[in-house]
C-alpha cells in the first residue's frame, strides 16, 4: 500500500529532520483523550487508558538516532475468559533513519549480497527511511506498542484446561482397533 493511500493513523506526531539538533532533542509523544479509544480499537484493545512516549533524538547529517521508551496503561482481552485485564507496559525503543534514497541503496546492497542462511545475532538492523525530510514519531510509537502487546493474552492466574467431557474420551486410533478387532 503506498503511503498517500495508507489509511491515516490515530497517533501523529512529524517532526522534520532539520530541526533535530546535533546534540539531541527531546520529544514528547502523548495520545490525547480523543485519540485512545481508534488507538485501542487500531490494535485490538479492550481499552486504553495511556500512551506516552519519551524520544531523544540526534543529528549527524541526514541521519537520525533515536532513543526512547513508551509507557502504556491498557487492557487486553483474555484469549480464555474473554474478560478484559489490566496490562501495563514500559517498552524500549532504538532506531536509526536515513532519507528514503540512502536507505533504498541499503536495500539494494543487502540484496546483491550473497544470501547467508546464518542469523548474525549481533548485525544491526538496517536503518529506517524517512521521507521528505520528516519522520512521523507517533507511528513509531504505535508499532513499538504493536510489537509489545501479547498475542495471546492470558488473564493472571487463567489456564485452560479441555472440558470435563473430553478428558476420559477414547482416542480415535483405539476406537478403530475396536472395530478392527469386532469388539
Known sequence: MTPEHAPASPLRHP??????????????????PEQVAPIARLLGLASLESLEARYLLSRNGDRVKLEGRIAARLHQACVVTLDPFPVQLDVPVKLDFVPEAEAAEHRAERDDAEI??????NEDDPPEPFVDGIIDLGSVT???????????????????????????????????AKLKRGD
Do not use: C, H, N, W
Open 116 to 121: 547467508d542462511i546464518e542469523v548474525l545475532l
Open 15 to 32: 517532526i522534520r529532520v532539520e530541526t533535530i539538533r546535533q546534540r539531541g532533542t527531546e520529544v514528547m509523544v502523548r495520545a490525547e
Open 142 to 176: 504505535l508499532e513499538f506498542l504493536a510489537l509489545a502487546l501479547d498475542s495471546y493474552p492470558r488473564k493472571p492466574g487463567v489456564s485452560f484446561e479441555a472440558p470435563a467431557g473430553e478428558a476420559g474420551a477414547e482416542s480415535p486410533f483405539a476406537a478403530l
